[in-house]
C-alpha cells in the first residue's frame, strides 16, 4: 500500500532562505532512500518561506526509515530554530 505524506512548513521570518537550502539537501538524501517513489519540495507563489513536500512511499515501512534517517533527524534538531510552523498529513489513495 503506496503512503502518501503531504509536509507543511512555515520559516521563521527572516530564516527563509536557509530553510530552503535544508529542505533542499533533504531532497537529494531522501530521493535515494529504499522505498521513495516521489519527495517533491514546493514553494508557496507569492509567500516565501512556506514550503510543501509531497511524498509517496511504497509501505509505511519504507516511511518508518525514512523518519528514522540520519538526515531527517538532523533537520529535526534544527527545525525549532528555523520553522515557525509545521504540519504533516498521511493519506493513502482511495481512488
Same mark, same amino acid.
Given at each position: &500500500?503506496? $503512503?502518501? $505524506? %503531504?509536509? +507543511? &512548513?512555515?520559516?521563521?521570518?527572516?530564516?527563509?532562505? +536557509?530553510?530552503?537550502?535544508? =529542505? =533542499?539537501? &533533504? %531532497?537529494?538524501?531522501?530521493? $535515494?532512500?529504499?522505498?521513495?517513489?516521489? #519527495?517533491?519540495l514546493?514553494?508557496?507563489?507569492?509567500?516565501?518561506?512556506?514550503?510543501?513536500? #509531497?511524498?509517496?512511499?511504497?509501505?509505511?515501512?519504507?516511511l518508518?526509515?525514512?523518519?528514522?534517517?540520519?538526515h =531527517?533527524?538532523?533537520?529535526?534538531?534544527?527545525?525549532?530554530? =528555523?520553522?515557525?510552523?509545521?504540519? $504533516?498529513?498521511?493519506?493513502?489513495?482511495?481512488?
Open positions: &500500500m503506496t $503512503v502518501t $505524506v %503531504v509536509a +507543511e &512548513m512555515l520559516a521563521k521570518a527572516g530564516r527563509e532562505a +536557509e530553510l530552503r537550502r535544508e =529542505l =533542499l539537501d &533533504m %531532497v537529494e538524501k531522501t530521493r $535515494v532512500e529504499e522505498g521513495c517513489i516521489q #519527495y517533491d514546493h514553494e508557496a507563489i507569492g509567500e516565501p518561506g512556506r514550503f510543501v513536500f #509531497y511524498e509517496n512511499w511504497t509501505s509505511e515501512q519504507t518508518k526509515a525514512h523518519s528514522e534517517s540520519a =531527517l533527524k538532523a533537520f529535526g534538531a534544527k527545525a525549532s530554530e =528555523l520553522v515557525d510552523e509545521r504540519r $504533516v498529513l498521511r493519506y493513502t489513495r482511495i481512488a
